[in-house]
C-alpha cells in the first residue's frame, strides 16, 4: 500500500525523491480545491458575458491575441490549442521527469490563480496516482512562453489524444482512459491555455537535478576520501579551522563529510615524504564546496518556483480581474539550471584529475593500477573514457540561457531558452556519476593494492562494494566494471540529512 500525501510545495527533498519514483499517491487539501473552484465559477462568468477580448479566454494565441473568437468556439479553442502546440521531437523524457510535471502542474493550478476545473486538476492527479504517463519529448520548448510544446504532449492525453506509458507499454491514451472508465476532459473556456502555460518541464528538470545533484555531490566527497587514502594524501587540508578561515558554507560541508569518512583510518597518522598535494586532492573542499554552494541556489529558485503559479493570464478571482503577464518566463530556472550543470561538471573534472593522479605509478603505486604492468594495461583506457567525458561535458555547460530566437512573428521577442538548459544539465549529471565511478573503482583497486586498511566507513563500503566488482588482477572486459562502478553508487539509499546541506 502507497503512502499518500498531501501535496503542497514544502515536501522535503526526501518525498520528492518518493513522487518521482511513483512511490507515493497524492491528494489536495480542501482548501487548494475551494480555491480552484473560486478562480473556475469567475472564468466561466468572464467568458459567459462577452462584453470585452480577454486574452486566453475568448481571444487567439501568441501572435494572434488580437483575434477575437466566438462563443461557440470556445470549447474548440482550448482544444485545437493542445493539438497544434503538440510539436515535440528527440528522446522522450524519462518516466521521474513526467511523474515530475504532473505533479508540478497540479501544484501550480493549485493556488487557484489559473481558472481551470476541478475535473482536470483530478485527472492530472489521477494519471500520477496510477502512473498513466504521457509521452513527452525533450525538443520544442524554447522557455516562454512556459513549455508549451511538452506541457501539450503532457495533457493532449487527458482528452483522449496522443499516447501514454502504462504498465511497461505504449498505448494510445482513449485505449487507457476506457480501462479505467475515464471520460475524456472537455475543456472549458482558458483551460488549454492554463495547461500548457507554464515552467513544468523545465522545473520537474531542475528539481531532479536538486534531487540527483546532492547525492552527487555526497559521493563525490566519498570519491575524494577514498582517493585520498588510496593516494597516501594529507588530512590537513581538511582541518575545520582552514575552512573557519574562508567562511563559504559549502566549503565547510564538503571538509567536514571528508574528515567523517576517514575518522579511524590509520592514513593521516602515517608518515609523509611529501608535504603537499596536488590541487585535485588539496583543494577539495574548495572546489567541492563551490559547486554545493551553487547546487543550494538552484534548490532555492526551485523551492520558490514550486510555491509560484506561472499561467497566463492569472486569475484574480477575489478582485474580479484577469491580468495578463509573463509569469511563463523561465529566466529564473534557466540562469539556475545553467550554474548547475558547470557545477556539476567540476565535479568531475577534479574526479577526472584524482583518477589520472591515482594510475599514474606514483606513491608506490603500480602503473595503471595492475600488478603487472606491461604486460597488462589495467586502468589506463578507464582514465581515458574519464577525460573523453569531462570533455564532453566542457561542450554542453555552454550556457543555453545566453541565446534567444524571436517567435510568433515577435509577440514572444525574448526567451529563456531553459528547457535546453535543463535536459542538457542532466546529461551532465549522468556524465558526472559516469565519472565519479570510475574514480571510485581506481580508489578501491588502489586500495586493494596497498593492502592497508582504512577507516571503518571506508572499509565497510568497500566491502559491499567488492560484491558489485571484483579487484582486477589482469586485464578484463572493462566495461562492465564501470557500469557496475556506478550503478553501486546510485543504488545506495541516502537521506536528507546526509545528503542536502540546507533546506529552506
Known sequence: MKKTFTLHASLSWEEWQAVSKGQVQLVLDESSWQAIDKAHAFVLSVAQSGTKAIYGINTGFGALCNVPVSQNDLASLQLNLLRSHACGSGPEVRPEMIRLMLVTKVLSLSKGLSGVSRQTVQRLLDFYNYDVLPVVFEQGSLGASGDLAPLSHLCLPLVGEAEVRWKGGVYPSAQVLEKFQWTPLSLGPKEGLALINGTQFMLAHALQLVLEGFSIGFWADACAALSLEAFDGRLEPFDSRIQSARPQPGQAWSAKRVREWVEGSEGPLRVKEHVQDPYSFRCVPQVHGASLDALTYLSQVVINELNSATDNPMVFAEEEEVVSAGNFHGQPLALALDFA??????????????????????????????????????????????????????????????????????????????????????????????????????????????????????????????????????DRYMAPDMAASVEFLRSVALDDATVYPTRS
Not at 370 to 389: C, E, F, K, R, W
Not at 435 to 464: F, Y
Open 341 to 474: 550543470a558547470i557545477a556539476l561538471a567540476e565535479w568531475a573534472s577534479i574526479s577526472e584529475r584524482r583518477l589520472y593522479q591515482l594510475v599514474n605509478g606514483k606513491r608506490g603505486l603500480p602503473a595503471f593500477l595492475t600488478p603487472d604492468p606491461g604486460l597488462h594495461s589495467g586502468l589506463m583506457i578507464v582514465q581515458y573514457n574519464a577525460a573523453s567525458v569531462v570533455s564532453q561535458n566542457k561542450q554542453l555547460c555552454t550556457p543555453a540561457s545566453v541565446d534567444s530566437i524571436e517567435s510568433s512573428a515577435g509577440q514572444e521577442d525574448h526567451v529563456s531558452m531553459g528547457a535546453n538548459a535543463a535536459t542538457k544539465a542532466l546529461k551532465v549529471a549522468d556524465n558526472v556519476w559516469h565519472v565519479l565511478g570510475c574514480e571510485w573503482m581506481a580508489a578501491a583497486q588502489a586500495m586493494h593494492l596497498r593492502q592497508w586498511s582504512t577507516s571503518p566507513l571506508l572499509e565497510n563500503i568497500l566491502l559491499a562494494y567488492r560484491a558489485w566488482v571484483v579487484p582486477l588482477a589482469q
